[in-house]
Every structure is written in C-alpha cells, then in structure tokens.
C-alpha cells in the first residue's frame, strides 16, 4: 500500500513541478476570461451558457496532460522497471489516475470558483456545478491516462487524443451540463452512475494498452 501511495504522490509532484497541471489551469481560466468578450454583457445570456462553457473547458483542459501521463515514464524504462518488482499494469494505470484526480483535479475545483466569477455564472449554480465536476473528474482522469497508454510514442498524439477522448467523455459532458438545469437530481444520478463505471473500467483498459506496448 505505501508503494501505491509513494506513486499517486509522485505523479502528483511531477504535475507540479513540471508544468503539466498550469498550463491546463491556465488555459481554463483563459476560456472564463475570453467567453463574455464573445458574448458581450449580456448577463442572462451568460447565465444560461456560462455552466455550459466551463464544462468544454474543463473537458479540453484534461486533454492537455495527456502527452506526459504515459509517455515519459515508457522512454526513461519507469514502467518496465515497475512491471519486473512485481506491479501489474493495472496498478500501475490506477495510480496513475489517482495521481490525475489529485494533481488536476483539486486545483480545477478552486479554479471553478474563479472562473464561474468570471463568466457571470449564478451564484446559486456554484454548489451544483463543484459537486458535478468533482463527480466527473475521476472519469476524465481515467480517460486521460486510458488514452495516453493507447497514444504513447504515437506522432500526434495529442492530436490522436482529442479525437479519441472527446467522443467518449460526451456522456459526461451531457450529464454535467444537465447539472445546471431547473431539475438537476436525475443528472447529477446519471453523472455519478456514468463516472463510476468509466473510472472503474478505466485502470483495466489502461493496463490493457500497456501491456499492448510492451509486447
């Protein structure tokens, strides 16, 4: 168990010592900032879209760290030398994406506050929209690091990932937009359900793709 938790905090460490979580960060705040500019003051139409808005970011925000989920620690021989003491690729994919969770996630959630100030977005949305995209984040986090294992050494692989990654997290996207609306109780039920099964199928399908690479 301490070995799994020394690798959940040494993906977490090289996000932030090694520019992987800012950047998409950034680029979440820069979407909250830039969205009422294209919209103008219209404050009920930023209401209405706003949610909407910080959910795409946050999908395309998770497609940014794919590059460095897998595949630095494929050339430097990491996961070979994880695999011969004895871990499976399971493992390996699962700490990866509590790394993920941990390193991304979190600062997202605080961002969140920033951005829905930003993007004009009710107050009494707020709440829902956290709870929402702390029930989605595992599922990204899990489709990040699924997907990097697939990509890995691939040319265009960040390219290849958004293609691959956008078309899986749409039921996601959909319910978590869902969140927003009048009556959120049976979307915030599907969220969960959908972000529950994509996370735990998740480390087996990572494990799958690595296993692939290495053979």
């Known amino acids: 168990m ?6 959940v905090l040494r993906e977490m460490r090289l996000a932030w010592t090694g520019g992987g979580l800012w950047l998409p960060i950034i680029f979440y705040l820069a979407v909250a900032t830039l969205f009422p500019f294209v919209t103008g003051p219209d404050k009920l139409l930023l209401a209405k879209t706003g949610g909407g808005i910080l959910w795409v970011a946050a999908l395309l925000s998770s497609l940014l760290p794919i590059e460095r989920l897998i595949l630095p620690d494929r050339e430097a021989g990491i996961l070979d030398q994880l695999s011969l003491r004895g871990w499976s690729d ?3 994919a699962s700490a990866k994406i509590a790394g993920q969770i941990m ?8 961002a969140t506050i920033v951005a829905s100030a930003l993007i004009g977005l009710p107050e009494g949305k ?3 929209l956290l709870l929402a995209l702390a029930f989605a984040l ?3 986090s899990g489709l990040g690091v699924t997907i990097a294992a697939l990509t890995a050494g691939l040319q265009g692989a960040s390219a290849l ?7 899986m997290a749409v039921p996601v996207l959909i319910f978590g937009a869902g969140t927003l609306g009048e009556t959120p109780g049976n979307a915030i039920q599907l969220l ?4 529950l099964a994509m996370t735990a199928l998740s ?4 494990g799958a793709a690595l296993r692939a690479a290495r053979g």
């Not at 301490?2 to 690798?7: I, K, M, T, W």
């Not at 390193?103 to 605080?110: D, K, Q, R």
């Not at 480390?203 to 990572?206: H, L, M, S, Y």
């Open 192 to 195: 969960a359900a959908t972000s």
């Open 103 to 110: 390193a991304f996630g979190l600062p997202l959630l605080l």
């Open 2 to 7: 301490s070995g799994f938790l020394n690798l």
């Open 90 to 92: 399971e493992m390996i």
């Open 203 to 206: 480390p087996f399908a990572a």
């Open 126 to 128: 707020l709440p829902m």
């Open 138 to 140: 595992p599922a990204l």
């Open 161 to 167: 990932g958004g293609l691959l990654l956008v078309p």
